[in-house]
């Protein structure tokens, strides 16, 4: 398997003074997803929990809906010219009658960690009917509850402490008791890999939840909340035009700056339990 951290020797300057220390990085490599053989995609990600993140992939592309759905996931040996195994190549078997992913030349199946939005043909294209409408999903938090996550998330980040280059998704319930969290140089990575470890376990559609993650809201994350079935998305920082408007057509709380005691709500505010004043 390959290394969540590595060790880089740098040069330290502090008040003018320069000095030589190693340092501890978050580790990028590239995984290639297979399915059935096929060549599907390529992110670059935080090696771990790589399993879940194919998974997790598939149910943002709207591929599989339930655990049934995937029949085996393995590492492809004799990815060197060796026959090692790099642990960067595996491939996804799904279930007899489960159609297989589209690798048509609308859609570039290339992903960054940062992006991995990237190769859409356009926005039709990712605007995918969800097998479950988070619209009637009649979860409520409190503000109190909601202003707690990004403190628990954060204090649950393990790699983060050593790197401080990772960012982070959380799954919790209504009542603040957090579910599964993972964590990727890339924050749609980190989401597949919880979304992933649902559906690996049998928990889709992910009804009465709250998805917290610790950076920015793209179009893709609201995507992948909504086809998991999640009714609330929060983030510690601003959500794109697009991810409100795919909230608002979804019927997604979608709240973004959570960051202390304050939050912009910009979707689905019925499912907080607080009334604005004037």
Not at 60 to 66: I, L, R, S, W
Not at 84 to 94: K, Q, R, S
Not at 170 to 185: N, P, Q, S
Request: aromatic share 4%; proline share 5%; glycine share 12%.
């Amino acid at each position: 398997m390959g290394r969540v951290t590595v060790r880089r020797r740098v040069l330290r300057i502090r008040d003018g003074v320069p000095s030589g220390r190693p340092d501890t990085l978050a580790a990028e490599e590239p995984l290639e997803i297979r399915v059935g053989g096929r060549p599907l995609t390529v992110t670059m990600r935080t090696p771990g929990d790589d399993f879940d993140l194919a998974a997790g992939f598939l149910v943002g592309e709207g591929v599989v809906h339930a655990a049934g759905d995937v029949t085996a996931i393995r590492y492809c040996a004799g990815a060197t010219a060796d026959g090692g195994n790099t642990y960067n190549v595996l491939d996804v078997a799904l279930a007899p009658g489960v159609a297989l992913p589209d690798t048509s030349l609308e859609r570039n199946f290339y992903t960054t960690s940062s992006c991995g939005l990237c190769g859409k043909a356009g926005l039709e294209a990712v605007r995918m009917a969800s097998r479950w409408s988070v619209a009637e999903d009649p979860l409520t938090v409190g503000p109190e509850l909601l202003a707690s996550l990004p403190g628990r998330l954060r204090t649950a980040q393990k790699v983060f402490d050593s790197t401080g280059g990772l960012h982070a998704a959380g799954l919790f319930t209504a009542d603040g008791e957090l579910l599964c969290l993972r964590e990727d140089v890339g924050r749609h990575n980190a989401v597949d890999k919880v979304v992933g470890h649902a559906l690996r376990s049998g928990l889709l559609p992910l009804r009465g939840n709250v998805l917290m993650v610790s950076g920015r809201t793209s179009f893709e994350l609201v995507q992948k909340a909504v086809l998991a079935g999640i009714p609330m998305l929060a983030a510690v920082s601003a959500p794109s035009s697009l991810a409100v408007d795919l909230a608002a057509e979804s019927g997604l709380t979608l709240v973004g700056f959570l960051r202390g005691t304050s939050m912009n709500v910009y979707t689905g505010a019925e499912r907080l339990q607080a009334q604005p004043v004037g």
